[in-house]
């Protein structure tokens, strides 16, 4: 039997009848497919999806993607863990972004941390913004600059496949816009935890302390 080479028409259709499955995280039913392209066999979709079609749209899914707080969280982790090794971070967690698109996305991530940071030592130096703040306003202030995450378990099903893996972390990457969500966040901190961190460097030294406590939200990492 010869060889027919798809049309623009056929490639239209198998583009948005596979997309449909694929945005359900559904199996692709090749013979429900096939029954949308009258000319084909369900082995032939299949075959033109996997070998052509398939890669073509990985492609332009990874290019329009979009990074959610939890990508950019793990990176962020894997960054820092892994010393940007990101062909490592690629091929170990990462595999549905490219290399380029992970080193570009750090370096992004980067340069906002640098932003925040510099916007609070800046406010943290402002007598006029500190007197605005309570007590416990500006310990969380303080907390977000200076301190940091040392730990996290990682439990994301997506990223983690439910490992308990403990490793070393700085600083959540945040926009100042949240900074009100991130204060009402640091509220369920276990106050002694904010204590201890809260302490002089040299109090603190040799200690390996958890920050916080923070079992309401321990699930959404």
């Not at 583009?15 to 000319?39: C, D, G, H, M, Q």
């Not at 969280?73 to 090794?85: E, H, K, M, P």
């Not at 310990?139 to 490992?163: A, L, P, T």
Request: charged share 30%; net charge positive.
């Amino acid at each position: 039997m010869k060889r027919v080479g798809w049309t623009e028409a056929e490639i239209q259709i198998l583009t948005k009848v596979t997309n449909e499955y694929r945005n359900k995280n559904r199996l692709i039913n090749w013979e429900a497919v096939s029954k949308r392209l009258p000319k084909r066999t369900a082995s032939q979709c299949k075959s033109y999806y996997a070998n052509v079609l398939k890669k073509t749209l990985d492609i332009e899914i990874r290019q329009n993607h979009k990074w959610n707080r939890i990508e950019i969280f793990a990176l962020w982790t894997f960054g820092i863990v892994y010393n940007r090794d990101y062909e490592l971070i690629q091929n170990k967690f990462m595999k549905k972004f490219t290399v380029k698109q992970i080193a570009s996305q750090f370096s992004q991530i980067a340069r906002k941390q640098l932003e925040i940071y510099s916007h609070f030592q800046k406010a943290l130096t402002d007598s006029k913004f500190l007197c605005t703040l309570t007590e416990n306003e500006f310990k969380m202030e303080w907390y977000i600059v200076q301190i940091g995450w040392r730990r996290m378990k990682m439990i994301d099903v997506q990223f983690f496949k439910k490992s308990n893996e403990e490793v070393p972390y700085t600083q959540y990457p945040v926009d100042i816009a949240e900074l009100p969500a991130i204060k009402a966040f640091f509220q369920d901190i276990h106050p002694n935890s904010l204590m201890e961190v809260y302490k002089p460097e040299e109090v603190r030294r040799g200690y390996d302390i958890e920050p916080f406590y923070f079992p309401k939200y321990q699930n959404n990492f």
